[in-house]
């Protein structure tokens, strides 16, 4: 089967999480060097935004507001963090599970979708 020149989706939003991991583990490298660097979730955030979900909100909105969201809860999973409570063997289980996610968020919240 001939690979695509163009990727999907979902290869996209793999390959930011790839790279998130990569950096990550580089900058785990270098504070065991001494130097601190503070890893941005830019990567992870741009994935969840091709994937669809909402902004986060926790800024500007109180949780007992219909718009309120917050993003945190995408990121327990062992790949992000090792002692998080979601089991996730590979980047590509770690993503299934996002896209069910986005599914299951879709369903019950609806409103968060809602144009203003």
């Given at each position: 089967?001939?690979?695509?020149i163009?990727?999907?989706?979902?290869?996209?939003?793999e390959t930011?999480?790839?790279?998130?991991l990569?950096?990550?583990?580089?900058?785990?490298?270098l504070?065991?060097l001494g130097?601190?660097?503070n890893?941005?979730n830019?990567?992870?955030?741009?994935a969840?935004?091709i994937?669809?979900?909402?902004?986060d909100?926790?800024?500007?909105?109180?949780a007992s507001?219909?718009?309120y969201?917050c993003?945190?809860?995408?990121t327990?999973?062992?790949i992000?963090?090792r002692?998080s409570s979601?089991q996730?063997?590979t980047?590509?289980d770690y993503?299934?599970?996002?896209?069910?996610?986005?599914?299951n968020?879709?369903k019950?919240s609806?409103e968060?979708?809602?144009l203003?």
């Amino acid at each position: 089967m001939k690979k695509s020149i163009i990727k999907t989706q979902r290869e996209i939003v793999e390959t930011l999480i790839h790279e998130h991991l990569s950096l990550s583990y580089k900058c785990d490298e270098l504070e065991k060097l001494g130097v601190n660097v503070n890893l941005s979730n830019i990567l992870l955030d741009t994935a969840f935004d091709i994937i669809g979900f909402p902004q986060d909100t926790t800024i500007e909105t109180n949780a007992s507001d219909k718009d309120y969201f917050c993003r945190d809860y995408l990121t327990n999973s062992t790949i992000i963090d090792r002692g998080s409570s979601n089991q996730h063997q590979t980047v590509e289980d770690y993503v299934e599970y996002l896209y069910n996610e986005m599914d299951n968020l879709e369903k019950e919240s609806p409103e968060l979708f809602q144009l203003k």
